[in-house]
Nanobody, 120 residues
C-alpha cells in the first residue's frame, strides 16, 4: 500500500510563512504527479499546487505568487512553501499522489491532512 506522511502545519500570524512536506512510500509503487489540496469545513477540496514527475507545475489562482511547490530528486517527497499567508488560507491541507501499483493499476492516494491556521 501507499503511505503519505505530511508535516509542517500549524498556527501562524497573517503575513507569515509555513513549509509543508509530504513523503510517499510504497513497495513496488511508482509515483507520478503529486500535489496539495486544501479543504475548509463544508467546502470541497480545492487544488493548491501540483507537480508532475517531469516537473510541470500548476497552482490554484488564489495562491499564485505566494506559494511554491517543489519535489526532491528521488521524486517521493514534495514541499509547499507558503509565504504571505492570510486568514483565508486557513484550511486542512492534504497531500495527494498518483501512483502505479506493481499490478500496473493507477490510483490516487491521500494523506491524512495537516491543519494550517492563519490568525493573529
Amino acid at each position: 500500500q501507499v503511505q503519505l506522511v505530511e508535516s509542517g502545519g500549524g498556527l501562524v500570524q497573517p503575513g507569515g510563512s509555513l513549509r509543508l512536506s509530504c513523503g510517499a512510500s510504497g513497495s513496488g509503487f511508482t509515483f507520478n504527479a503529486m500535489g496539495w489540496y486544501r479543504q475548509t469545513s463544508g467546502d470541497q477540496r480545492e487544488l493548491v499546487a501540483s507537480i508532475t514527475k517531469g516537473g510541470t507545475i500548476g497552482y490554484g489562482d488564489s495562491v499564485k505568487g505566494r506559494f511554491t511547490i517543489s519535489r526532491d530528486n528521488a521524486k517521493t517527497t514534495i514541499y509547499l512553501q507558503m509565504n504571505s499567508l492570510q486568514p483565508e488560507d486557513t484550511a486542512v491541507y492534504y497531500c495527494k499522489v498518483a501512483a502505479i501499483a506493481p499490478s500496473l493499476v493507477w490510483d490516487g492516494y491521500w494523506g491524512q491532512g495537516t491543519q494550517v491556521t492563519v490568525s493573529s
